[in-house]
């Protein structure tokens, strides 16, 4: 990513954290008063309370269309859990995961020989006569020149605190919201932001990836649990990580699997920015849905919420397995850092 593309990013970071704080009107939520929210969708009794930062708070919050409404704060730290492996140093290494949409060999797998071959093969130039692969830092200066291509491993910062606003009570918009490459999708219970799908080595944020052969080709290094550290620092999940490791059976691929979240099928894995749960590919009976919408959503029961309530399901073979839209409307700053 060039300086100046870093700048803009920055200075909207700055704009959305200033923005974050709201009207606000705060209300602390101290343990054991959850439960007097019963209209309240979101449960923070769900989420990983060790990971938080504040006691979560209540407050007032504009949404994206434009009305405003009642939101859960929380603040969770930056990098919870261990993660990696991330790029392998050459060609003989196995690394973590990437998500190649060129020519020779596309789709999603582990970063290994096969893949740094079938990139030179389709012209960009990423492993050395010594047989080292290019390695850089998204967050530390300019992508490498026209031609060239990189494995993309930023460096972890341990001191973000990100903030993320949840409707207290979902409400559907008139339309999906189709979540965009890179863009927030929600939160895990661990704290960690869900996000859309990863850029490639022909999509991506510009000077960062994109163009195909001639240009660069910057493939993110995502870990054996589909999670990877931001150009700012903070971990992120591209998938839905309880269900990892079935995915990688799906896609083939043996040589790497998920442990550092427990794997289950049934799991609740945190919330979407519209309110609604997430959970693992399952429901409460042990099957897989058959009544889900474009969205990867339905209405039934749930473990945490017997009465029924609409959730989405994460995928158990799709790379990447989060929903691809959601239902509801999300708050405008629903994901800040700072
Ligand atoms: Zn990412
Ligand atoms: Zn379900």
Not at 4 to 29: H, M, N, P
Not at 66 to 93: H, M, R, W
Not at 140 to 151: I, M, N, V, Y
Request: proline share 7%; aromatic share 8%; with cysteine.
């Amino acid at each position: 990513m060039s300086k100046s593309l870093i700048k803009i990013f920055l200075v909207l970071a700055l704009f959305s954290v200033g923005f974050s704080s709201c009207e606000k009107d705060e209300t602390t939520i101290e343990d054991g008063e959850m439960a007097v929210e019963d209209t309240h969708v979101f449960n923070a009794d769900l989420m990983n309370a060790d990971n938080l930062l504040e006691n979560v708070s209540l407050v007032t919050a504009t949404l994206t269309d434009g009305t405003t409404a009642e939101c859960y704060q929380l603040v969770f730290k930056s990098n919870p859990v261990a993660n990696g492996p991330y790029c392998p140093e050459t060609i003989d290494d196995i690394g973590g995961l990437g998500i190649y949409d060129g020519a020779t060999n596309p789709g999603f797998q582990v970063m290994k020989a096969e893949l740094w071959n079938a990139m030179e093969a389709d012209g960009y130039d990423i492993v050395d006569a010594d047989g080292n692969i290019t390695i850089s830092d998204p967050g530390a200066g300019p992508a490498p020149s026209l031609g060239g291509g990189s494995c993309l491993e930023a460096t972890p910062d341990n001191n973000l605190r990100l903030t993320f606003l949840i409707p207290a009570v979902p409400k559907n918009g008139t339309s999906n919201d189709v979540i965009n490459i890179v863009e927030n999708l929600g939160v895990s219970k661990d704290g960690i932001p869900l996000t859309g799908h990863p850029p490639s080595a022909t999509q991506g944020p510009p000077g960062m990836s994109g163009g195909g052969p001639g240009n660069v080709a910057a493939i993110p290094a995502i870990d054996p649990c589909g999670g990877h550290m931001d150009p700012f620092g903070y971990y992120h999940l591209h998938f839905g990580a309880e269900e990892m490791n079935n995915v990688l059976l799906a896609n083939d691929i043996t040589e790497v699997s998920c442990t550092n979240f427990t794997q289950n099928t049934s799991v609740f894995i945190g919330y979407a920015k519209d309110g609604y749960p997430i959970y693992a590919s399952e429901d409460l009976d042990g099957t897989l849905p058959s009544d889900l919408d474009e969205c990867q959503g339905h209405t039934l029961a749930t473990a945490d919420y017997p009465d029924g309530v609409y959730h989405y399901h994460v995928s158990n073979t799709a790379a990447p397995n989060l929903p691809q839209c959601l239902k509801g409307v999300a708050a405008q700053n629903s994901f800040t850092y700072e």
